[in-house]
């Protein structure tokens, strides 16, 4: 099976900065793309931002310029680096990965169990 365990959220005051890691263990063969996704109190569970094994980065635009997603794949972990913070922003940050458990073998996507995140005002 593969676990993945997010880090690094918390409270912080707009104009902040926070960064989240992500890894995923065991029984990883490959991992393709690492995303991290964020849902707020009501609202649908949203992409955030992803990135490939060979590091092609897609971002969503209500975070560009502000968020940068990162990966280091010989610890299998991925971050988001999250910088001028918004009251907006406040969501659980989940991160999720597609994974290939042996050689030639398809890919799964696991999720993490996600990390809140608060921006005060």
């Known amino acids: 099976q593969v676990q993945l365990v997010e880090s690094g959220g918390g409270l912080v005051q707009a104009g902040g900065s926070l960064r989240l890691s992500c890894t995923a263990s065991?029984?990883?063969?490959?991992?393709?793309?690492m995303r991290w996704y964020r849902q707020a109190p009501g609202k649908q569970r949203e992409l955030v931002a992803a990135?490939?094994?060979?590091?092609?980065?897609n971002t969503a635009n209500s975070v560009k310029g502000r968020f940068t997603i990162s990966r280091d794949n010989a610890k299998n972990t991925v971050y988001l680096q999250m910088n001028s913070l918004k009251p907006e922003d406040t969501a659980v940050y989940y991160c999720?990965?597609?994974?290939?458990?042996?050689?030639?073998?398809?890919?799964?996507?696991?999720w993490g169990q996600g990390t809140q995140v608060t921006v005060s005002s």
């Open positions: 999720n990965a597609d994974v290939r458990t042996y050689t030639g073998g398809p890919y799964s996507t696991y």
């Open positions: 065991g029984t990883i063969f490959s991992i393709f793309i």
């Open positions: 990135m490939s094994s060979g590091g092609t980065t």
